[in-house]
């Protein structure tokens, strides 16, 4: 199974330790979405990563013992009652998870590529987008 994790840190537990932690001691493979790092060390990022569940959740709860605040994202969900196509979202996304089908002029999302970075949310004008982090 897959998750993404969203990990906030600071300068005393720094990025790449997390990697190390992931990799060595659970056998993930984790993919870097996002990362944002202050200029104090601080910092927030969204990592994907697959595995077996149990070694997720060993791992989450391995992060949190070392100090990281760790939480899953979800993954963005679209109400299709709401949603008319409009494709508002489609240009507005940074990863391209959404798209247009070219037989339908639907809009079609994907939304494994997601970093959680809300564009999409705040440019649906009928609000058929929520994530929740
Ligand atoms: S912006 Fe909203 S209404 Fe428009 S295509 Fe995207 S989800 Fe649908
Ligand atoms: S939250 Fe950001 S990355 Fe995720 S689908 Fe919306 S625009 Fe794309």
């Keep these: 199974m897959d998750k993404k994790f969203k990990i906030e840190f600071d ?3 720094v990025q790449d330790s997390v990697s190390y932690i992931l990799v060595t001691e659970f056998d993930l493979k984790p993919n870097v979405l996002k990362a ?6 601080s910092g927030v990022m969204i990592l ?7 070694k997720l959740e060993a791992a989450e709860k391995r992060l949190k013992e070392a ?3 760790v939480s899953i994202t979800k993954r963005i969900e679209r109400d299709e009652d709401l949603c008319w196509d409009c494709g508002a979202c ?3 996304c940074p990863v391209f998870c959404f ?6 002029m639907k809009v079609m999302l994907d939304n494994s ?15 058929a987008l929520s994530l929740h982090l």
Excluded: P, R, Y
């Design 36 to 41: 944002e790092i202050s200029g104090d060390g």
């Design 11 to 13: 300068e005393a537990n």
């Design 90 to 92: 489609v240009s507005i």
């Design 113 to 127: 590529k997601c970093i959680a970075c809300s564009s999409c949310v705040n440019a649906c004008s009928v609000h």
């Design 67 to 69: 100090g990281f605040n």
């Design 48 to 54: 994907a990563l697959e595995g077996e569940e149990a």
């Design 99 to 104: 798209s247009h089908d070219k037989d339908t």
